[in-house]
């Protein structure tokens, strides 16, 4: 049993799945990837940061290797952008070759120290006050909730049960194994429990052992610019990190916007996930000390997401003790998206341990391609439309997503079954309206293959409902003479 579907829990889950087991992959909200994995900078980190001989830094540079293989077997979009890490006065040159020199013990490959000139050649948009950069030509990007649901797909398709609004309100130690009770009084029992559970590891792990860390939450603000702005840098741009985080970088998307933040604000709750106007404002004027030129104007959106930071400052993955059968993979922050395939591997194995062995199975590492219409040729177009007319109705103008698409996503394996489901596996309300135009479509398309009335579509979680009823009937038009009859007998 796997506890929390980030990215951390669907890849576990596809794992797994290459082996005899009985596997279920258990979900707080109403979709994988609906926590910390869909809302955070989408970078692939080089691994320069990390400190040596931690977790995070074997974890970031292993898990940062297998992006391209992993990608390509799931079809979603990566791409090695490089990134640069600025010093613009002489006080942080130390800490920048700091850097370096982690980055080498980490084992990072490429690694080179360029001079303010040789930076704005490679990128002509960044400030003058810029004197030096680290150049990591191994970093990346990437979409992590694509990645995510793509490795639940996946995982699915070789037999993972997926069990989602499904919060674990508690763990009974049975013989063999445990028991986890689920909202609504739901019982499951497994031999193993892989707790996964983000912002809520710390809640999981205290239902079966004294507590021995804390979840503290922190959140960061960012603005998402249009397309239009998408090319004013190449590279993944970060200043120089502090206690913290990484700071407020500035990079392009693999969907081709611009991507500008976050701050670090500590909150007190797992559901302070509001955007303010003075974190908004403080990213703003950090990413102009990087490029003054950001064309704020064109900002379309503004998110916010929290980070489970953990007090131990590293990631926490292992047996516990006393629990015989439970492991922990928590505290998974930043650069948890880069270590997730690495970490995947390595609780293979601890599950390998705990059970005495692991007996592989078919598996087929390559997820059924995404047919994206924008991107085919005329002719593929045509044979698309041909062979489903479906695809021929384009629903979001902005992306360019047809209801062939959202048809195909709903019924896939690990399907959307909300709006922001949707959203996020093929991006319609991720333009330039933010679904003002496609919206209300695809409620319709949602309901209708879903066989539900549009009332009983939500955006998001359980409390997000869209409708909830009609304003008016259509009802059957009156004639002269019928208005007429009723008339008889009415008082003036």
């Known amino acids: 049993m796997i506890i929390g579907g980030g990215i951390v829990g669907c890849l576990v889950g596809r794992e797994l799945s290459r082996y005899q087991l009985s596997l279920v992959l258990v979900e707080q909200h109403s979709d994988v990837a609906d926590g910390t994995t869909k ?39 990566f791409r090695r952008n490089g990134s640069l890490v600025l010093a613009f006065t002489p006080a942080e040159l130390p800490a920048l070759h700091d850097l370096l020199d982690r980055g080498r013990s980490n084992g990072v490959e490429g690694l080179e120290l360029l001079s303010g000139a040789q930076v704005r050649v490679r990128e002509p948009q960044l400030s003058e006050q810029v004197i030096e950069a680290l150049y990591a030509p191994s970093g990346g990007i990437v979409s992590p909730w694509e990645v995510a ?26 013989p063999g194994g445990w028991r986890a009770t689920t909202a609504g009084g739901r019982e499951l029992e497994a031999r193993v429990v892989i707790n996964c559970a983000g912002l809520q590891s710390d809640r999981i792990h205290n239902l079966v052992a004294e507590p021995s860390f804390k979840i503290h939450y922190r959140r960061g603000e960012y603005f998402v610019l ?43 709750s797992p559901d302070a996930l509001e955007t303010t106007t003075a974190g908004l404002e403080s990213v703003r004027q950090a990413a102009l000390r990087s490029c003054a030129n950001i064309p704020f104007q064109a900002v379309i959106t503004s998110f916010s997401g929290l980070r489970p930071t953990p007090s131990t400052h590293d990631f926490i993955i292992g047996p516990v003790p006393g629990a015989p059968g439970f492991l922990d993979v928590a505290g998974i922050e930043s650069p948890g998206l880069t270590a997730a395939p690495a970490i995947a591997e390595h609780v293979a194995e601890l599950v390998r341990e705990a059970l005495g062995g692991l007996v592989p199975r078919p598996f087929n590492p390559r997820r059924r391609p995404m047919i994206r219409f ?102 059957k038009r009156e004639t002269k003479s019928e208005t007429k009859s009723e008339m008889k007998g009415v008082p003036a």
Not at 46 to 62: E, I, Y
Not at 149 to 174: K, Q
Not at 435 to 455: H, K, N, Q, S
Request: proline share 5%; net charge neutral; with cysteine.
């Open 39 to 77: 809302a955070n900078s989408a970078i692939v980190h080089a691994g320069f940061d990390a400190q040596p001989g931690s977790l995070k830094a074997r974890f970031n540079v292993a898990g940062n290797a297998r992006y391209e293989a992993l990608c390509r077997d799931l079809d979603v979009p």
């Open 149 to 174: 649901i793509a490795a639940a797909e996946n995982a699915v398709d070789h037999g993972m049960e997926l069990r989602l609004d499904s919060p674990v309100e508690h763990l009974l130690r049975i």
């Open 226 to 268: 249009d397309r239009s702005a998408g090319q004013l840098v190449q590279a993944t741009i970060f200043q120089c990190p502090s206690e913290q985080g990484k700071g407020v970088l500035i990079s392009p998307t693999v969907h081709g916007n611009l991507i500008v933040g976050p701050n670090a604000e500590q909150v007190a």
């Open 374 to 475: 924008a991107e085919l040729s005329s002719a593929g177009k045509a044979a698309c439309v041909r062979a489903d007319p479906r695809f021929g109705r384009v629903v979001c103008r902005c992306e360019r997503v047809t209801e062939g698409e959202i048809v195909d996503a709903i019924h896939r394996s690990a399907g959307a079954t909300t709006l922001d489901g949707i959203k996020r596996r093929l991006r319609p309300g991720m333009g330039r309206c933010q679904g003002g135009f496609c919206g209300p479509r695809v409620v319709e398309i949602l309901a209708r293959e879903l066989g539900v009335p549009m009332t009983a579509i939500r955006k998001d979680g359980p409390d997000s409902v869209l409708l909830t009823g009609e304003t008016k009937r259509e009802t």
